[in-house]
């Protein structure tokens, strides 16, 4: 009999697979969205944004953040790549029997103080708990509501040959930070998760081009699945130049070590972009006035498709060749979130 | 080191400590609410219903229903609670590796036609996968959102004396059907759980008396701890009649065997409603006419606290005496939803 496997839930093939053969078709989808936006009944033009997210990282506390921040965080950023507000977020904990309070109430401080800086209320909460031996400390969901602004219009169907692609920040760093903590390595200087809030940045963002194609944080499959699965939907290619992804040297170093392509790793703290080549430059001039996007970086270029080959992403290698890329397949990196 | 219990996931009085000294002023709130009740900004007049619930029971599936349907008949049913319209839902799963992707189909199977008989639309979704032996084949979150009717102000503020208590149909079916197929017995007829939408019922009750002052479905707990919630809220008293309360036989039966008290079983597809004196009548024949309602009836009625007594409930029992009803205190049925 077909069973569940840790690669169902790596946020790769296999995780698409399991979504788009079983469970969207039962409840009447095509896929299931990371935020979907509803229109309001009875309030014309009030766009909802819902959202939500269930955190199983392992370990529960790693350099740079834990369970907590990271369960606000995530679901923050799902409303903030849909264009929304984020504004009121609930909270459902599972956890195990024997659990330490005192963890408990670490995690608590993190998450409230996550909620803070990223400008939403935690309104609404559950608390379960399962027999010792059958759960794993704590898991958290987290669902999110936010408001979508007005006159904006996200999506791959709105991508144009000639757009440009964005990065906000470096990659790889959650993914490494919570290997590192789960084998007991440790790099000097450390490797931090880069768990945060995107909302600001995004506010920064569409008010200075509200035309901005499509956003997306690339966490579990990493910056390599995500672009994938937007150059899909758009049916266009997209062109990357590898000389400008800023994978920084600790994650670089810890990624040989560890035989893992930074290019798949889950980030928690940045987001991609594809933007109208007009405002691009314009545009990363702004982020790099943002906390959240210091070192945004334009890293290529969307393309038409080549006959017969719709939805590519070709990465443009330092020594001039061009690698395809896929979406994750397998299980690189189990509960990393 | 102080430890997390099974009972602190039991809604009784360890799971109001728990909230109320840690998770709640984590969040500055005094206690987290089922579903939290939220004005829209730049929408005026708009309130939108949030809540969120996460739904661990074991075993998945027992007489009547299983974790699919309890899932999202028990998140549409926090939204009616507060004068909701239900729209929409989000689901997160974790399952743990190895799970049968048969019965993950048969949940969303069940999930599915739930939400179609409750007129919900599941929107947003959300798959984990934990290692073996770290879960317990499926865990489900839901949140959900509703627009709370124009016009509408529940609470237990809203509560006088003279008030009558009304529930919507029988006490205990549901902790009975899954504790039975927990321990292997079965009882003829067979005890089914009585999981079930309850926004229709409320529709039409909302309809016929807008000044239902409170509403509550008395889930984990049960029909006393609820009850006891909502006297301690409104300072009030509390007098049930024993006899009419509607406990059928093979709940009676088994609560006997197994040694449990029918009125801290939990229910999944009741309600119990404080209403005004003038209309109480009316209001249970309008229930009796709904397919959720037919077996309403009303148990008792508001009085003035007395000194020092405040938000006691009496039970008066069939011998004439009368018992005081407090909250579930530690574990009765660990994992009952």
């Not at 498709?305 to 070709?314: H, T």
Request: aromatic letters at 4%; hydrophobic letters at 45%.
């Amino acid at each position: 009999m077909e069973k569940i496997l840790l690669g169902h839930g790596s946020g790769g093939r296999l995780m698409h697979q399991l979504i788009t053969e079983h469970i969207a078709p039962s409840f009447g989808m095509d896929s299931l969205a990371d935020a979907a936006v509803l229109d309001a009944p009875d309030v014309p033009g009030a766009r909802i944004a819902f959202t939500t997210d269930s955190y199983v990282v392992s370990p529960l506390f790693f350099p740079g953040g834990d369970i907590g921040d990271l369960a606000v965080n995530g679901t923050v950023n799902d409303l903030a790549m849909v264009g929304a507000v984020p504004l009121w977020l609930s909270t459902g904990f599972v956890i195990e029997e024997g659990f330490a309070v005192e963890s408990l109430r670490r995690i608590l401080v993190s998450m409230a103080s996550a909620a803070r800086n990223a400008g939403v209320r935690i309104v609404a909460g559950d608390t379960k708990v399962v027999d010792k031996g059958k759960g794993d400390g704590i898991f958290i969901n987290t669902a999110g509501i936010g408001m979508v602004r007005p006159g904006i219009s996200l999506g791959a169907g709105m991508i144009r040959p000639g757009d440009r692609i964005i990065i906000s920040g470096a990659i790889g760093n959650h993914g490494v930070a919570v290997m590192s903590e789960r084998n007991g390595i440790s790099f000097d200087p450390p490797v931090l998760s880069d768990t945060a809030p995107l909302a600001g940045l995004v506010a920064a963002m569409l008010a200075f081009e509200k035309n901005i194609r499509i956003m997306r944080d690339p966490t579990r499959g990493g910056v390599a699945t995500t672009l994938k699965e937007i150059a899909s939907d758009s049916g266009l290619t997209m062109v990357l130049d590898e000389e400008r992804l800023p994978v920084p040297g600790g994650v670089r170093g810890a990624c040989d070590l560890l035989g893992l392509d930074p290019l798949y790793i889950a980030n928690e703290g940045i987001l991609l972009a594809v933007v109208p080549p007009e405002t691009a430059e314009g545009l990363v001039r702004v982020m790099q006035g943002h906390e959240q996007g210091v070192c945004a970086v334009e890293i290529g270029e969307i393309r038409a498709a080549e006959r017969g080959r719709k939805g590519m992403v070709l990465l443009k290698t330092a020594v001039g060749g061009s690698r395809i890329i896929d979406m994750l397949a397998g299980e690189q990196l189990p509960r990393i979130c």
